[in-house]
């Protein structure tokens, strides 16, 4: 069974930086996709980044291009997200996730963490 542990959130000013990190098991991840997703108050659940298990390509949304880096370790079934320059609006739960198929869709996560919450106060 397919087990994603989310840790590395907390509380953090304007401009700060955090990096998640999702330590996946339960099976072998090499086709997987590993994605983040993030909930802010009152919204949906929304796609952050995700990156091929297989060849590293990497997919992330508009607002945090540029801010977030998703990357991968092999050796270590986790996966991570480097959050720089972080805004009051980066505020959410953010969920680890994997699904077996395209880096480059934003649909089809089947296994999901816990969460960790982010907090960015301004």
């Known amino acids: 069974q397919v087990q994603l542990a989310e840790s590395g959130g907390g509380l953090v000013q304007t401009g700060d930086s955090l990096r998640l990190s999702c330590a996946a098991s339960?099976?072998?991840?090499?086709?997987?996709?590993m994605g983040w997703f993030r909930r802010a108050p009152g919204e949906e659940r929304d796609f952050v980044a995700g990156v091929s298990w297989r060849d590293g390509s990497t997919m992330y949304t508009d607002s945090v291009k540029g801010r977030f880096t998703i990357s991968k370790d092999n050796a270590k079934n986790t996966v991570y997200l480097q959050m720089n320059s972080l805004k009051p609006e980066d505020t959410a739960i953010y969920y680890c996730?994997?699904?077996?198929?395209?880096?480059?869709?934003?649909?089809?996560?089947?296994?999901w963490g816990q969460g960790a919450q982010v907090t960015v106060s301004s």
């Open positions: 339960g099976r072998t991840f090499s086709n997987y996709v």
């Open positions: 996730a994997a699904k077996f198929g395209s880096v480059f869709s934003r649909l089809g996560y089947t296994y």
